[in-house]
């Protein structure tokens, strides 16, 4: 069981908007402003598109965008297109005794 | 361009051993801490372990506290990873990432451990 909870899936059209939520304790998500964001596809590594909360790497899209609220992060990908169709899993820094944990991930299809 | 490469996995039977190598090129590796964070096969990311730029800081996930060692060589920019006691539930592809926000990652090296 991931110390991040985050929908198993999500779906949207192409154009459209999806949000993924992620959800943490007051020692993870509630206490720091390390909240990051992964997209991953199958058999390659995970790729950096959002740090601290709601920062875009240079190269990643403003499709994506990401916020936080409480014990509860969010990315949101506006203008969907095919080529997001991926994993997406969220992490935080934590005081847990767990220096870093992650969420279970995101599957979004592009209908 | 910044790149990590991992190398060392393998087949292994429980209760081995094994060390995972990363190299890193194009940023100067000894000013990062760096981590590795592990996949079993159709599972989730897990952090698994941490060390500063200068090797005076390890942080360890409770699953492989007292059996991974994290280490690094900033002379060859590379950072490893000593696995002992190895047990089925370690199977996994293992990646290490830059600190702090891990936005770079290698390929992952995967590590199979099975009698």
């Known amino acids: 069981q991931s110390a991040l909870t985050q929908p198993p899936s999500v779906s949207g059209s192409p154009g459209q908007s999806v949000t993924i939520s992620c959800t943490g304790t007051s020692s993870d998500i509630g206490s720091y402003n390390r909240v990051s964001w992964y997209q991953q596809s199958p058999g390659t590594a995970p790729k950096l598109m959002i740090y601290?909360?709601?920062n875009r790497p240079s190269g990643v899209p403003d499709r994506f965008s990401g916020s936080k609220s409480g014990n509860t992060a969010s990315l949101t990908i506006s203008g969907l297109q095919g080529e997001d169709e991926a994993d997406y899993y969220c992490?935080?820094?934590?005081?847990?005794?767990?220096?870093?944990?992650f969420g279970g991930g995101t599957k979004l299809t592009v209908l | 361009e910044v790149q990590l490469v991992e190398s060392g996995g393998g087949f292994v039977q429980p209760g081995g051993s094994l060390r995972l190598s990363c190299v890193a090129s194009g940023f100067t590796f000894s000013s990062y801490e760096m981590n590795w964070v592990r996949q079993a096969p159709g599972k989730g990311l897990e952090w698994v372990s941490y060390?500063?730029?200068?090797?005076?800081?390890?942080h360890y996930a409770d699953s492989v506290k007292g059996r991974f060692t994290i280490s690094r060589d900033n002379a060859k920019n590379s950072l490893y990873l000593q696995m002992s006691s190895l047990r089925a539930e370690d199977a996994a592809v293992y990646y290490c990432a830059r600190w702090p926000r891990m936005d770079y990652w290698g390929q992952g090296t995967l590590v199979t451990v099975s009698s």
């Open positions: 060390i500063s730029s200068t090797s005076t800081t390890m």
């Open positions: 601290d909360v709601s």
């Open positions: 992490s935080s820094y934590s005081h847990s005794g767990t220096l870093v944990v």
